[in-house]
């Protein structure tokens, strides 16, 4: 009963012809800082003229929590990365700190990954992350959406917010963002549905008590009020999947990895807002 009811849903919502967008005439200022939330979609978009943040679709007040840093509670998570990131680990007896000066060297990272390494392999963040811990410091790797590692990638994200995403999809990544591309218009699960159906057919229409956004992960790390923590970009993948009865693909798989070049690349042209708020 409770699958036919969201199938109904579903069915309503896609019925749904007027989209609309949560807070439209809001400004999002950062520290008093203004960021672009809406922009000429990039020209290897199809079906959308217009990307927008996924800010502009959240409420007056879960937009207010992101406009200061002080109120924003991400930087809970933030403030022990800090932390983390000086602290000695491993059998090297070494921290972060002991080869990287400062999270600041890592000012621009965020706003150009997932990218394809000089081996020819895609990589993000995480992975980065874990290679330093196994390879120099002799840590034992964290798991890809626990805590530590979250809020590790929201330190290094924080450094390059306010630069504009641009994500490389030509070249050696062309492959690999295709295949991203065919998982985004992939039907799957008991639901038959894609993440398009969601993010690009249905963006700024109601699901249940909020707006559906386009899905942009600009903003990744995010702290969703819902589970009052960090939430990383393949956690958020699993989420939708496990949401349309489907089996999830592995954090860390190379679908994920595909996905996520590809939804990174829907982004190019909008701010970083590492660590932003969602609902």
Known sequence: MKLIKIILAMAGLVATPIVTIAGEDSQLTI??????????????????????????F?????????????????FVFIDQAIDTFNAVDGSAGKACVSCHESPEVFKGLRASMPRVNGSGEL??????????????????????????????????????????????????ATSMWEKGKELYYQRVGQLDMSCSNCHEDNYGNMIRADHLSQGQINGFPTYRLKNAKLNTIHGRFKGCMKNIRATPFKEGSDEFKALELYVASRSNGLMIETPSVRN
């Open 123 to 172: 990589e993000t963040i995480p992975e980065l992350v874990n290679n330093c811990r196994t390879e120099r410091m002799g840590a034992e790797k964290w798991k890809w959406s626990g805590g530590k590692m979250a809020g590790m990638i929201g330190l290094i994200g924080l450094q390059s917010r306010g630069m504009t995403v641009d994500v490389a999809i030509n070249g050696p």
């Open 58 to 74: 959240r409420t007056d007040e879960t937009q207010a929590l992101q406009m200061d840093d002080f109120d924003n509670p991400a």
């Open 31 to 56: 520290n008093e800082e203004p960021f672009v939330t809406s922009v000429a979609a990039p020209a290897h978009l199809e079906n959308v003229d217009t990307i927008y943040s996924g800010w502009t």
